[in-house]
């Protein structure tokens, strides 16, 4: 998700970010150790680098589902135009759905496309699909005026939604669809104040489990055992942790980065500078979950990031380093274990988004 969507979705579920993110406590217990580093390319080169799109050599088009002004290409399938004009935030392909995630004036909608037509799902505010994509989670509540408690958490194959009514709680987001259950958070009051929890839902179980290990959960590792959580965010910027979610032990800490997102297996952990404000991320890195360790790091006006394969990351980015009005922007992929990285569609001025 890029800094802008980050912030309108803080907005959104209730309140600025600092009031819904500040911990009951800062202990800190001794580390545990994670499995061992699986996936974790030898790197050569600097480790930080200035990412100028024009000149960039061309590679082949993104692997992983993506959006180029309103058509998702990419992935399992051909073209799929997504219908309207409402502006698009996410998407996602799972099996021979497309699922766009709009919003207009009147809220936030989940757009599901098929062979059966199109139905929309009110009150949606963020996709997660699992690692091979034959799943994706996501959660609704009442957006109407005055709010009413309560919601509904999904977990969507494509062709068939199981779903989970819940009576009590605010604000749901689904945070992870990992190690077949879908994570999520909801607070206990609609307002400033909220005390925040995250739970998991086995798809087709009729309740959820309190995970009372992380209840800060941000993202999880595909396998479901490692976790990037929040420990601080207000107007300086935040600090991220990595936590093994079995015991909820901090393995460590950054306040450079927050961390939004694992690579396929979980042996590594991406993140943006912490302190960034502004439509669009000034770098994206890659570190060593095990350990913290900076593997790369490409400065750019990155718009949103997602790895494509354990070697590769894909980045929406800025070819003026800024965004606006006449801004072109490219796919770029770039190698974790060089640094080097490609154009992988064209400079153009038209939306590019890349999958949940």
């Known amino acids: 998700m890029s800094v802008a969507a980050a912030t309108v979705a803080a907005v959104v579920l209730g309140g600025t970010v600092a009031s819904r993110r500040v911990p009951h406590s ?6 545990a150790p994670l499995p061992p580093s699986t996936g974790v390319p030898a790197t ?35 073209p799929v135009r997504i219908p309207g004009t409402e502006d698009v935030l996410e998407i996602a392909r799972v099996n021979s759905s497309v699922l766009a995630l709009t919003t207009n004036d009147n809220g936030w909608h989940l757009q599901r496309l098929n062979a059966n037509g199109a139905k929309s799902i009110t009150g949606v505010n963020h ?53 077949g259950k879908v994570y999520y958070q909801s607070s206990d009051v609609l307002g400033s104040g909220a005390t925040w929890s995250t739970y998991a ?28 959580s929040t420990l601080l965010v207000n107007n300086s910027g935040s600090c991220s942790a990595i936590n093994v979610v079995s015991s909820g032990v901090r393995v460590w800490k950054t306040c450079d980065y927050s961390l939004n997102g694992f690579s396929p ?23 060593d979950t095990r350990t913290g360790r900076l593997l790369r790091e490409w400065k750019a006006c990155v718009q949103n990031a997602a790895p494509e394969d354990y070697e590769h990351l894909l980045l929406v ?25 490609e154009l992988a569609t064209p400079l153009a001025a038209e939306r590019l988004l890349l999958s949940a």
């Open 26 to 31: 800062e202990s800190v217990a001794a580390a």
């Open 44 to 78: 050569t080169g600097p480790t930080r680098i200035t990412l100028a799109l024009r000149g960039l050599g061309k590679g082949q088009p993104p692997t992983i589902p993506y959006l180029v002004g309103r058509e998702v290409r990419g992935g399992a399938g051909g």
């Open 127 to 179: 996709l997660e699909v699992n690692e091979d994509r034959s799943g994706a989670a996501y959660a609704a509540y009442d957006g109407g005026l005055p709010p009413v408690e309560g919601g509904t958490v999904y977990a969507d194959s494509g062709t068939s939604l199981k779903s989970l009514k819940l009576k009590t709680g605010w604000n749901f987001k689904v945070l992870a669809y990992a190690a």
């Open 201 to 228: 839902w086995t798809p087709g179980s009729t309740k959820a489990e309190l995970v009372k290990t992380i209840p800060y959960l941000t993202k999880l590792s595909s396998d479901g055992k490692t976790a990037a």
């Open 265 to 287: 297996g979980g042996a590594m952990v991406f993140g943006v500078p912490s302190r960034d404000q502004g439509s669009c991320a000034s770098a994206e890195a890659v570190l």
């Open 317 to 341: 980015v800025s070819a003026s380093g800024a965004s606006g009005n006449n801004t072109q922007y490219g796919i770029v992929r770039c190698a974790i274990s060089t640094g080097d990285c």
